[in-house]
């Protein structure tokens, strides 16, 4: 007997609530980088659960992908964090508020 | 149209015109290099325009006229749209008018060398260059062969004259005059402009050249046509003679302020600022005669209309007695001559309106040369007098300058209408047609007519009241001045111009002696023959107008001899000339006579209050309603323009704050709509 | 100075519930959401399977699915261009000259007064 799907999308749900947890309530870059990396992992969980539900691998390699890209967005953030430090000299998002009106 | 078979000496009429324009490049960019200071260039290209103008003159003559497209400025390019051209026509009316013009403005050109660089003006380049623009548009607008490129010229002619009249712009008079004559002028010419838009929408269906003058295919011709029922044309919902009168009256409305009549004269007396030769231009060829030409070009027209004709007869008929009064009174001989010229103007008006055609030409011819005379011969009294105008300072000039006195003479006769001078046959020419047609119309049209007539007999009183007190105060009597007693010299370019003129202003009235022919049968009416000989197809000749006045606006001539009103006239100009003898030409020092009149001397001096009077429409009446309006406009109008601005500049200053800059409050509202959104679908989806 | 990782609520107390309720409502919309029974994989390997689809061999392949080749090649450039892309905003100029980040460890030589 197999595990019914809606325990991973309540698993899904949950680590991907944690991960928005995180980003509304710190202020630090870097851990805003490790939720979103929570959030994109729920999605994975999300995919995987399906390929399983429906008997189709397409979505185990797109979790694959899901996995590259967040390569690429870790990449990209710390580079983002680093300008962010050398212009604000902290990594405060709240402090980072100069382009609004 | 027929553009293939022009005889080849028409190939030169453009340069009639392209001439003196050339004279405005030349005399503007090099006239500094010249002795003359450009002086040279005016002359001679306004000598070829004279001798063009009378090759022009001969070929007509000999039976040869020309109507035909020159330059294509919008083509029409379906058969829903017209095209914009600009073409000459040449037919005795205009080749009459284009020998006056280039006639005046060459003795004109020739006189300002004595007037302008004799008296050591600056900004000679300027003035020729002026002057040649002057003359190069009046001609241009006399050849035209639409209506729009007329009202292209005649706003041309109106910019010349601005520029001329101030001249003078370090002084603090004619940049002031120039602004007004252009105003004024402008005025009118708005509603001609709005006239020539309504001409094209009017005819165009009906014809595919509705601007054109004269030929079949010409907007009065469609509009007789149209009369006669045998062509529908647009008249915007109006009986068509009602709708032709309407366009009519718009077309005068630029005629009233081009020529000075009532009450758009105002500009014309202050246009005096202007250099003297200016005047004479303005007053005797250019400016004041575009007006009354145009309602000559376009008689098949108003000949349609009895009640655009009557309008135009008791509006010249009025301004010919109105500016004569005011003549009476004033100390400055160019302030006399300019309110002859409204007068006389007043009465080319009334002839064309009583339905003297060929009368009103005839005064335009014969006013253009003794005004001409008449402006010229004032300039050399006013080089001689150093420059002061003023009358009552002159006396005793006739021994110190014969030349400029016989010639004045000449024109003044010619002006108060004394037998034989010019002035005589053709305004008791005007008089003569108006009378009888006033007396045989049967239609209430007669009735302006009679009023008309009676305005301008009355003038003619006057006018040889104020001519011969001008003479008088001018010449006669003993100096009253030290500089009356030692004028200064004029030489043989103001001489010359004058000894022309003279002799023209005495003789140019045999051109057409109506009573003469009348009395002794013989057929030397050569002006109304000349007149008549435009081609049939023109639709321009005399008898096609005749013809149009009679079926059209009913005017019928009474059969009366020409002899009993023209002794009148003549009789009550003697009666003014010899008022102004006994009044001033008696005494060596002659009283100020017309201060005996009091309170209505006051009131002529000030122009009936007139300027007083459009003053206060300005100040009292536009600016209280433009006053009122602003009020409206900043209150009212800014009021809610600004509240809706100042409600979305509140509404944005809150709603802004949402934008804090600070990336978690995004993530929070973020994650608040998306709980929102889902349970919103959930609720209406039933998913719980 | 970077705040320490510790659960200062507070300030974020409303940001924090928002997520909650996001669970909430989630979990309650997956808890009445019926889904049958999972079809599960079959024998053979997945992971091959996953191979395979990667390559665009799926006819090869144990398992359904479908070609990603195309998408590969793409995640490919998209990786380099990350690389690319985070080693530009890492470095910066310095005295005319470009620094990477790794070479001073990201500070602000110009701020840091000492020397």
């Known amino acids: 007997m197999a595990i019914q799907v809606q325990y991973y999308l309540l698993l899904s749900a949950a680590m991907f609530c944690i991960g928005l947890f995180g980003i509304l309530t710190r202020r630090n870059a870097l851990l805003f980088l490790m939720s979103v990396e929570l959030m994109l992992n729920a999605a994975n969980v999300n995919l995987v659960a399906f390929s399983f539900q429906y008997g189709n691998i397409t979505g185990q390699v797109f979790s694959l992908f899901t996995m590259a890209l967040a390569a690429a967005e870790v990449a990209v953030g710390i580079g983002i964090i680093l300008v962010l430090y050398r212009n604000f000299k902290d990594v405060d998002v709240t402090k980072a508020a100069t382009m609004r009106w | 149209m027929a553009a293939e078979e022009i005889p080849l000496v028409f190939e030169f009429a453009p340069a009639i015109a392209v001439l003196p324009a050339l004279s405005l490049v030349v005399a503007l960019f090099f006239g500094e290099y010249f002795p003359k200071k450009g002086a040279e260039a005016g002359i001679l290209a306004t000598a070829g325009s004279l001798v063009l103008s009378l090759i022009m003159l001969a070929t007509v003559a000999g039976g040869q006229t020309v109507n035909h497209e020159l330059y294509t400025l919008v083509l029409g390019v379906s058969e829903e749209t017209f095209g914009l051209h600009l073409g000459i026509l040449i037919d005795p009316l205009s080749a009459l008018m284009l020998t006056i013009v280039s006639l005046i403005s060459f003795l004109v050109h020739v006189f300002s060398m004595g007037y302008m660089n004799d008296e050591g003006e600056t900004g000679l380049p300027r003035y020729y260059g002026e002057l040649g623009l002057f003359t190069a548009s009046m001609l241009a607008f006399v050849m035209a062969d639409n209506i729009l490129m007329a009202f292209m010229f005649f706003e041309l002619v109106g910019l010349a004259s601005y520029l001329l009249i101030g001249f003078w712009f370090r002084d603090a008079g004619p940049p002031s005059a120039a602004k007004k004559a252009f105003l004024v002028t402008r005025f009118g010419d708005y509603f001609f402009l709005v006239g020539v838009v309504g001409i094209f929408a009017t005819f165009f269906p009906a014809t595919s050249t509705p601007g054109m003058f004269a030929g079949e295919h010409a907007f009065p011709v469609v509009a007789e046509h149209a009369l006669a029922g045998e062509a529908t044309v647009n008249t915007f919902g109006f009986e068509p003679q009602t709708w032709f009168t309407i366009l009519g009256l718009l077309v005068l409305g630029g005629v009233i302020g081009k020529s000075a009549q009532f009450p758009l004269h105002s500009w014309l007396p202050d246009a005096m600022e202007g250099p003297t030769p200016v005047s004479a231009l303005i007053h005797a060829a250019t400016m004041v005669a575009a007006g009354v030409y145009l309602v000559a070009r376009m008689y098949g027209f108003y000949a349609l209309s009895p009640t655009a004709l009557g309008v135009i007869a008791l509006t010249g008929g009025f301004t010919a007695l109105f500016a004569a009064t005011m003549g009476v009174v004033k100390q400055e001989i160019k302030q006399v001559l300019a309110y002859s010229t409204i007068s006389q103007y007043g009465y080319i008006m009334l002839g064309l309106g009583g339905g003297g055609y060929v009368a009103a030409v005839f005064h335009l011819t014969t006013h253009a040369v003794f005004k001409a005379l008449l402006f010229l011969g004032a300039g050399s009294v006013i080089i001689a007098m150093h420059h002061n105008e003023n009358m009552w300072d002159m006396g005793g000039l006739k021994e110190k300058m014969p030349v400029t006195y016989y010639s004045f003479l000449s024109g003044s006769l010619a002006l108060a209408g004394i037998i034989p001078f010019a002035g005589f046959w053709s305004k008791d020419e005007v008089l003569f047609e108006t009378l009888v047609h006033g007396l045989g119309t049967p239609t209430a049209s007669s009735t302006l007519l009679l009023i008309g007539y009676a305005f301008g007999l009355v003038a003619v009183f006057f006018t040889g009241f104020y001519t011969f007190r001008m003479v008088f105060l001018t010449f006669h009597g003993e100096p009253r001045t030290d500089t009356a007693e030692d004028p200064h010299g004029v030489r043989w370019n103001v001489k010359a111009p004058l000894a022309v003129l003279g002799v023209l202003a005495a003789t140019v009235g045999f051109i057409n002696m109506t009573p003469v022919a009348e009395l002794t049968g013989a057929h030397i009416e050569f002006l109304h023959q000349w007149l008549d000989m435009a081609p049939e197809e023109y639709l321009t000749n005399v008898h096609h107008y005749t013809e149009v006045l009679e079926t059209a606006s009913h005017y019928e001539a009474a059969h009366i001899s020409p002899l009993a009103p023209g002794a009148v006239s003549l009789a009550l100009a003697l009666g003014g000339a010899g008022l102004a003898y006994q009044l001033y030409g008696t005494a060596a020092h002659p009283e100020p006579h017309t201060e005996k009149l009091g309170s209505i001397r006051t009131l002529l001096m000030h122009n009936y209050y007139l300027d007083e009077f459009q003053v206060w429409l300005a100040t009292g009446v536009t600016y209280r309603v433009a006053r009122a309006a602003n009020t409206f406009d900043q209150g009212v109008v800014d009021g809610v323009v600004n509240g809706v601005s100042s409600v979305s500049l509140f509404s944005g200053s809150r709603v802004r704050r949402i934008q804090s800059g600070v990336v978690s409050n995004y993530a929070s509202l973020i994650t608040l709509s998306l709980v929102l959104l889902i349970a919103f679908f959930g609720i209406m989806g039933g998913w719980f | ?115």
Do not use: C, K
Not at chain 3, 6 to 18: D, F, Q, S, T, V
Not at chain 3, 39 to 61: N, P, V
Not at chain 3, 81 to 90: K, Q, T, Y
């Open chain 3, 1 to 115: 100075m970077t705040t320490r990782p510790e659960l200062n609520l507070g300030e974020h107390l409303l940001a924090g519930l928002a997520a909650v309720a996001l669970f909430a409502v989630m979990a309650a919309v997956f808890v009445s959401a019926g889904f049958g029974q999972p079809a599960g994989f079959g024998d053979g390997s997945i992971t091959a399977s996953i191979g395979y689809a990667l390559f665009a061999m799926t006819d090869l392949a144990a398992h359904e699915s479908e070609s990603f080749l195309v998408a590969f090649e793409i995640i490919d450039i998209v990786l380099v261009a990350a690389l690319v892309g985070a080693v530009m905003l890492a470095r910066r100029e310095s005295e005319g000259s470009l620094v990477t980040a790794l070479t001073d460890g990201g500070r602000d030589t110009d701020d840091g007064g000492e020397n």
